[in-house]
């Protein structure tokens, strides 16, 4: 059992993620690994800096969506800056309440200015904010760019084939439809039958990888042919060229889906 596996059996036991669907309890435990992986602690000498950062960092982590490892380590790095922050600007109104200084050292403004510029940077990068310098045009179509190429790698997660007779002639068939998704509610279910590459249910097909059905009984049970079924056992472990995608783009999102395995599985 991997050590994503074992997390999300421990997650799915605790008593606030009882009630909740599986794509949740692997959100939360994808996001515990990445926890155990930094070392936010370790940065301070003094156990209330320590404590004020975890603060800071768990306050981020509720209240935000983060998508990747990399959001995590650039979460750790503006919990640091905040802390450094928050003590800068202690020095700076200690020296404003003495009545015997005239000014604040300019050494101690620009060390705060710089601080607060590696601030806004990171919660930049974590998307916490966004960069003003981008018009609305221009932030839409990178947001279209971004959605598009999700949509390319999880095609059939978006993807509803519903059945319908034709009324001229009286044929049955089935149309895909693509599903639209309020992004509230974007990590919600997924269908059994969709791997998020292409269509095929994991069990039925483990189950003929195991002889304990033929293919013809898979074929039948996902209304498919029996020369699908073999090109998905061929093809389950591969990731499907993509064109204007390049393979680094590919592994990156590989790699933060909590669905999939490590992008080097899919490597081989």
Same mark, same amino acid.
């Given at each position: ?124 990068? %974590? ?77 039925? %097909? ?6 304990? %059905? ?18 998905? %056992? ?35």
């Amino acid at each position: 059992m991997s050590e994503l596996q074992k997390e999300i059996t421990r997650v799915s036991k605790l008593k606030q993620f009882k009630d909740k669907d599986k794509a949740t309890v692997e959100q939360q435990a994808q996001l515990n690994l990445w926890k155990r992986h930094v070392d936010l602690a370790s940065r301070f000498a003094k156990e209330e800096d320590k404590q004020l950062a975890k603060k800071i960092f768990d306050t981020y982590i509720g209240n935000y969506t983060i998508a990747s490892f990399t959001d995590v380590q650039n979460l750790v790095d503006l919990a640091y800056e905040e802390v450094i922050q928050q003590k800068i600007q202690q020095d700076i109104d200690l020296i404003l309440a003495d009545e015997n200084s005239k000014f604040v050292p300019d050494k101690q403004i620009a060390s705060l200015h710089t601080v607060q510029e590696r601030i806004w940077n990171l919660k930049e990068k %974590i998307g916490i904010i966004q960069n003003d310098k981008k018009d609305d045009l221009s932030a839409l179509q990178e947001l279209e760019k971004k959605f598009n190429t999700y949509v390319h790698l999880n095609r059939n997660e978006f993807t509803l084939y519903t059945p319908y007779k034709c009324a001229g002639c009286g044929r049955e068939d089935v149309e895909p439809l693509l599903l639209r998704r309020r992004v509230k509610d974007f990590d919600a279910y997924k269908h059994p039958a969709f791997s998020g590459r292409f269509l095929y249910n994991a069990e039925i %097909i483990a189950d003929v990888k195991k002889g304990l %059905i033929t293919k013809e009984q898979a074929s039948r049970y996902l209304k498919t042919s029996e020369s699908y079924i073999t090109w998905v %056992i061929k093809n389950e472990k591969k990731k499907i060229p993509m064109n204007g995608i390049t393979q680094d783009k590919i592994d990156e999102l590989v790699n933060n889906n909590p669905h999939l395995r490590d992008a080097d599985y899919y490597n081989e």
